[in-house]
């Protein structure tokens, strides 16, 4: 019976192990030679990681950094011998404490995860078992490699969860994954991970889809563990999260290291092209009103200087233009969850944005930023308060009015993927979204589709494209797209960019900013990245528990804080690497 | 499966509880929860009555004078009826009040356990079904409960593997579900009856009898509830949690048995509730097939014979069954995923 998960690690045979005739040029604690690996595909072999080594010392932190797909999550789960079904690794050796892990037997790879290497994926929600109370989880990695009886490992799971700083960890070890807050489920992650005090950890994008005050902690947490001496691999794509933690760092590209060397020399004196735009693409307040991608990209065509972006120029709006173009006054939004206990999840928000500006809003998860976004959108119901857009009251019309003002307002959310029919290609997806060209002949309206995919820096050929086959980046300038069909005044952007790898992040950055200069577009951008909110806004909200804590320009925010909250969020955030000009 | 067992430490003390914000469970639960369940028991009603109504509307739109109906159910024998002896009929049974009147005794009757009398048998139409019930749940119980056996062992052992393994898992599986119990049950009462003499050929109200009837209704069930499971199963396979067990130093067996198959259940507990009704009508053929006693024996005959009251009162309780079998899923559903409660 083929297993599904374990790889094939192939070359065992072929080289004879190097302990013997080669002794490897330098013994850490783990060190990897030559590392490739492959996936079969309908009998073809792909080669998704090119000759990868790495030498990882006690109490050290080796980072891979690289985009989605640049081979650095295949590359950490080679080390484990989890990569997946049909894959073939190759390596010249993978030494652990001098054993070789090639020749491993799946019962020696069973007691060298865990035990020896932990592993720490990136979304607590999804990878603890969803139906299980943490606490078994953690007990679980205790159980398999026959820690204690059932008594003391209950106590040994207190203790891990305590250590990870989780407050009443009695209560929480009986509670599943969807009753913790995001920073208290990956803790317990980070917790059975650490069970069995591994020599070294892997952690692949731990801190990806956190609020920037639990991923300050979460690092915290990883660089108190490499204090006492534990080894630790980190993956991410974010080089400002890396910076933290980091000694050596190996940027990945495609599958082949393209820099590698200490965190100084590549953060501080990047000889790669690739890192240099990667280090560039952070956004911040440095970067304001500059682009943070580096040369227009293959694939992204500017639009800026193409002489048929006149047919879809703003046009003149009959509507009143004086006033700001959304006004929100006193908003109130209250939920009653289903045990009857009523929150407010939006206390008297209020906000206006002016025409061809951005209104920031950032706050945590659960601070009420979306619930505004949707009151701005008319798409809930308000419990108090008015939504003006384009001076005429939003907020108060029955729908059927409202529709004929809807064109005016889009909306742009984080994973374009679950708001698209996968069965849609991307042109009937954009075809769909031609409100107003009611009147247009089939051949006009695929005109159209055409320039909005031009507008947004996609060639042609990739309209006849699934939202599967599409790459993260193209489905949300496919979803920008969308929004601008209509001809909008206003977009909403809800976390657009929150999913996207930082260079990919950089270049829709830079396409929003292109598209508002252009088109006199108004953004009502939220986002609980600091960084990006900096970078684009002209005006900030700062939200939290459903109030706003405060207002102002980004300089005022970022410079002078005057909330303790503002203050404690920019604590947190990541050293920025240098910025090179 | 129980959420919280010994290995967790005991609850502390109401005052020794450390003072933590709750994240969703307030004091209120309770309210909701009983809320929840007066709708589910009123829907369940609502559920009854329709069945019920239909029932009797069937009965009542049949072609032919009742009464002769009855007479020549009793008498066996289909002639003309004088009007006297049919007064005396429509006088026993009420049929000679308007069809309002008749419907409101009928759910009046029902309301207080009265099915009617049986046309052919002279006797309360409860009476009839409650000494034929027994088998028939024995049977539909047996043959739920293996079939889950066979799912889980089947579906655990193939799904998400590479190579024959996984082809044979999904086509058997396909063949299983389109397998008519008819045929089934023949085929194996002559290999395992009368070929290899293992079972008894008239199953009897005996241990061993059960097994062939059950087996035959089992075996398609099993088919179809696991097409169900194994998408889910392989679903369930490529989620980071099952990695994340993998990484821990969990062997490909353990997360398939301790974290993959809780998952991937669910829709096969969904059609549990619906299959429970559904093998009583299963039952039928099966019931026939190896001469077993039973409530799909009554109906066969009750069908045949136009003995409605023992139509209409089994139709009710086939009804009732699957309300029945539909709160149970309910309550399966939690135990299986937590999540539900507070949904």
């Known amino acids: 019976m083929t297993s599904t998960i374990d790889s094939v690690h192939a070359p065992a045979a072929r080289t004879p192990t190097p302990r013997a005739d080669t002794p490897a040029p330098k013994r850490g604690r783990l060190s990897v030679a030559n590392l490739s690996v492959a996936f079969r595909r309908n009998g073809i072999l792909h080669q998704v990681v090119h000759d990868v080594s790495f030498c990882l010392e006690p109490g050290q932190c080796v980072a891979i950094v690289g985009e989605s797909g640049s081979g650095k999550s295949v590359t950490a789960r080679s080390i484990v011998g989890l990569t997946g079904k049909n894959s073939v690794v190759d390596a010249q050796s993978i030494l652990l404490d001098g054993d070789d892990l090639r020749a491993a037997t799946k019962r020696q790879w069973r007691r060298i995860r865990g035990r020896r290497i932990g592993f720490i994926l990136q979304d607590a929600l999804v990878s603890l078992d969803p139906l299980r109370p943490v606490g078994k989880e953690i007990a679980e990695a205790l159980a398999l490699h026959h820690w204690g009886n059932r008594r003391q490992r209950a106590a040994k799971v207190i203790d891990l969860l305590r250590a990870v700083g989780v407050p009443a960890p009695e209560n929480r070890a009986r509670q599943r994954p969807d009753e913790l807050s995001g920073g208290l489920r990956q803790r317990a992650l980070i917790a059975s991970a650490l069970a069995l005090d591994p020599e070294i950890i892997i952690a692949d994008e731990p801190t990806t889809a956190l609020d920037v005050t639990v991923q300050a902690q979460v690092l915290a947490l990883l660089a108190e563990t490499k204090e006492r001496g534990v080894s630790v691999i980190l993956i991410s794509h974010d080089l400002s999260v890396v910076a933290h933690l980091a000694d050596h760092i190996l940027v990945m590209k495609g599958g082949r290291v393209v820099e590698s060397g200490s965190a100084d020399q590549v953060l501080n004196d990047p000889r790669h092209e690739y890192t240099r735009s990667l280090i560039n693409a952070v956004p911040s307040e440095l970067t304001r009103g500059k682009r943070l991608g580096a040369a227009p990209s293959d694939t992204a065509t500017t639009p800026a200087a193409d002489a048929v972006a006149v047919s879809i120029a703003p046009r003149p709006t009959d509507h009143d233009c004086s006033g700001p173009v959304l006004q929100a006054v006193d908003l109130v939004k209250r939920f009653t969850t289903p045990d009857g206990t009523v929150t407010t999840a939006v206390d008297h928000v209020s906000f206006a944005l002016e025409r061809g500006t951005t209104l920031g809003i950032v706050g945590e998860s659960g601070s009420g930023k979306s619930t505004t976004a949707r009151l701005a959108l008319a798409l809930s119901s308000l419990d108090s308060g008015t939504v003006t857009l384009l001076g005429q009251d939003w907020s108060s019309l029955s729908e059927p009015r409202r529709r004929a003002l809807r064109r005016e307002i889009a909306v742009v959310y984080q994973d374009p993927l679950s708001s698209f029919d996968p069965r849609w290609n991307a042109e009937r997806i954009l075809l769909d979204s031609l409100t107003d060209a009611a009147g247009l002949s089939t051949a006009a309206k695929k005109a159209r589709v055409v320039e909005l995919a031009r507008q947004v820096g996609l060639p042609q050929e990739i309209l006849q494209r699934f939202p599967l086959n599409l790459s993260g980046g193209q489905r949300q300038r496919i979803a920008i797209a969308r929004a601008l069909a209509p001809n909008p005044s206003v977009i909403v952007l809800d976390e657009a960019v929150s999913a996207l790898d930082v260079s990919i992040q950089a270049q829709i950055l830079d396409l929003l900013v292109d598209l508002q200069r252009q088109r006199g577009l108004s953004y009502l951008f939220i986002s609980h990245d600091l960084g990006v909110i900096n970078h684009l806004s002209d005006q900030v909200l700062v939200m939290k528990d459903g109030v706003v804590v405060e207002r102002g320009t980004p300089d005022d925010i970022f410079n002078r804080p005057a909330h303790p909250y503002t203050r404690e969020l920019i604590s947190s955030l990541p050293d920025h690497p240098r910025r090179n000009p | ?343």
């Open chain 2, 1 to 343: 499966m129980t959420r919280t067992s010994s290995n967790s430490p005991p609850r502390p003390a109401p005052g020794t509880r450390p003072v933590v914000p709750t994240l969703r469970r307030s004091p209120t639960l309770t309210w909701p929860r009983l809320r929840r369940i007066v709708e589910k028991i009123g829907g369940a009603v609502v559920v009854l009555f329709g069945a019920a109504t239909a029932a009797f509307a069937a009965q009542a739109a049949l072609p032919g004078d009742r009464a002769t109906v009855i007479l020549n159910i009793r008498a066996g024998q289909a002639i003309e009826r004088t009007p006297a002896e049919l007064a005396q009929i429509n006088e026993q049974y009420g049929l000679q009040n308007p069809l309002v009147v008749q419907y409101l005794d009928y759910i009046g009757g029902l309301l207080v356990g009265d099915l009617g009398t049986s046309y052919q048998q002279f006797k309360p139409v409860s009476e009839v079904i409650l000494q034929q019930i027994g088998p028939t749940v024995a049977l539909t119980l047996t043959a739920v409960a293996l079939s889950w056996l066979i799912m889980i062992a089947w579906v655990t052992l193939t799904a998400g593997r590479t190579g024959r393994l996984a082809g044979a898992g999904a086509v058997v599986d396909t063949t299983a579900a389109g397998l008519p119990h008819y045929w089934l049950g023949i085929i194996l009462l002559l290999v395992f009856s009368l070929g290899l003499g293992w079972f008894p050929v008239i199953s009897g109200p005996s241990a061993i009898g059960i097994v062939l009837p059950a087996l035959t209704l089992a075996i398609p069930l099993a088919g179809f509830m696991g097409q169900a499971t194994r998408t889910e199963f392989e679903r369930s396979l490529e989620q980071p949690f099952v990695i994340s067990a993998r990484m821990r130093g969990m062997g490909d067996t353990g997360v398939r048995l301790r974290h993959v198959l809780r998952h991937s259940v669910l829709p096969a507990i969904t059609l549990s509730g619906w299959a429970l009704g559904a093998t009583i009508s299963g039952a039928v053929v099966v019931e026939t097939v190896f001469s077993r006693p039973g409530i799909g024996k009554v109906l066969v005959g009750a069908v045949n014979s136009q003995d409605l009251p023992v139509v209409t009162g089994i139709v009710i309780l086939i009804a009732a069954l699957y309300v029945v079998a539909n709160l149970l899923v309910d309550l399966a559903y939690t135990l299986v995923d937590p999540r539900l409660k507070s949904a």
